[in-house]
């Protein structure tokens, strides 16, 4: 093999490479950091841990993984993190429980380029190259909507309240309005925006033209959140159904009052 082939043949075999080598972003307000699949897989704190009743494989699962207060160097548990998805989902997330020693326990979970993970359904690609799983997830309330999958980038920003006033309720709202809000950014906010705001693209704007308190009538709505199929049935529908042991009554009840509340709300985009 001459040079030049032998140059010709290494680069195809880097670009084949990048093309497989996964990273994940950090912004944790000191700059962007980059870390491989390899990097991570070979962190000090690296270890095989079990996940029962894992969210997205629905079933238990064991992963390589790494603490996920090990990669936030700098960050307070006051802050607010926003965990980005390949395919758009944002997952907002208090630092306090990803820091924590005690309560639920945060993973970033690698997937090995050499032995990938199942898929997560007939034609789709696996939870990797990185998904966020917690242990003892109810210990700190954590919901399905704080397990990232196909996680690609994981930012340090002000609060979603500082990020986006238009999400705001009137300061004279009632508190199950108040509560409802917070429903709305623990449960929605990742695939939904509402007046514009938000940094997800996964699901339709809640507001902005109508909100669907507006054109659902009866009690269709709280059905069609409680169970997406139940109203529509289409194979591609991508909206996950909330049960009552991830919204109870009154927390969906809640949640209503803050939707319809903000119908009252709607800031003129474009
Ligand atoms: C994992 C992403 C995801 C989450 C979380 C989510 N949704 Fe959705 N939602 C979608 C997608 C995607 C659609 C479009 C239909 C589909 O593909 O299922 C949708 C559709 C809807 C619709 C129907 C809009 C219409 O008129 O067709 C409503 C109402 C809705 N979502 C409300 C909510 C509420 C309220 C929450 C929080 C409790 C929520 N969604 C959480 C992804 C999500």
Do not use: K, R, T
């Given at each position: 093999m001459n040079k030049r082939t032998l140059c010709i043949t290494l680069l195809t075999l880097l670009s084949f490479s990048h093309l497989h080598a996964a990273e994940l972003t950090l912004e944790l307000g000191n700059g962007s950091q980059r870390l491989s699949s390899a990097q991570l897989l070979a962190h000090p704190q690296a270890q095989t841990i079990e996940i029962s009743?894992?969210?997205?494989?629905k079933r238990n699962m064991h992963y390589r993984a790494v603490p996920l207060a090990a990669l936030l160097e700098g960050v307070q548990p006051g802050d607010h993190l926003q965990l980005l998805a390949s395919d758009g989902f944002a997952a907002e997330l208090s630092a306090a429980p990803a820091l924590s020693q005690t309560g639920s326990q945060a993973w970033l979970a690698i997937e090995d380029p050499e032995q990938p993970w199942p898929t997560l359904g007939n034609g789709k690609p696996s939870a990797g190259p990185f998904y966020l799983v917690w242990q003892n997830p109810g210990a700190s309330q954590?919901?399905?909507?704080?397990?990232?999958?196909?996680?690609?980038t994981i930012r340090k920003l002000a609060p979603v309240t500082q990020r986006f006033p238009q999400l705001l309720p009137a300061a004279d709202a009632s508190p199950a309005v108040q509560a409802g809000f917070v429903q709305y950014q623990k449960n929605c906010m990742a695939c939904h925006r509402l007046n514009g705001a938000?940094?997800?693209?996964f699901g339709p704007d809640?507001?902005?033209?109508?909100?669907?308190t507006e054109y659902f009538s009866g009690d269709f709505l709280t059905r069609y959140i409680r169970d997406p199929q139940s109203l529509r049935r289409w194979p591609q529908g991508k909206m996950p159904g909330f049960n009552e042991a991830l919204l109870s009554r009154t927390e969906l009840a809640n949640l209503l009052d803050y939707l319809s509340h903000m119908a009252g709300r709607k800031t003129a985009i474009e």
């Open positions: 009743d894992d969210v997205s494989y954590i919901g399905p909507e704080q397990w990232p999958f196909q996680l690609a938000g940094d997800s693209q809640l507001n902005i033209p109508h909100n669907p």
